[in-house]
């Protein structure tokens, strides 16, 4: 399954050791977004990670957009 961008990233700031706390913690997170977009967001990404399986979820590369995944990156100050 493919994930945008936005999915990502918001993946990204939640535990994504396994697809299935992710799922929890976006169910969690709910509770405190009032922002509709951000809402909509979470839930159809909640929604698609049940419909992926482990070893998809596996696969996945999920680094930020923000950072290439590299070690390598220098803090620019």
């Known amino acids: 399954m493919k994930y945008s961008m936005e999915e990502i990233n918001l993946m990204c700031i939640y535990d994504t050791e396994n697809r299935t706390t992710l799922i929890a913690e976006l169910e969690t997170a709910t509770e405190y977004v009032d922002d509709p977009e951000m809402l909509r967001l979470i839930e159809h990404t909640a929604d698609k990670l049940r419909h992926t399986t482990d070893d998809e979820f596996a696969d996945l590369a999920l ?6 995944g590299g070690e390598d990156d220098a803090l620019i100050v």
Request: charged share 35%; no cysteine; glycine share 0%.
């Open 63 to 68: 680094f930020p957009a923000w950072d290439d």
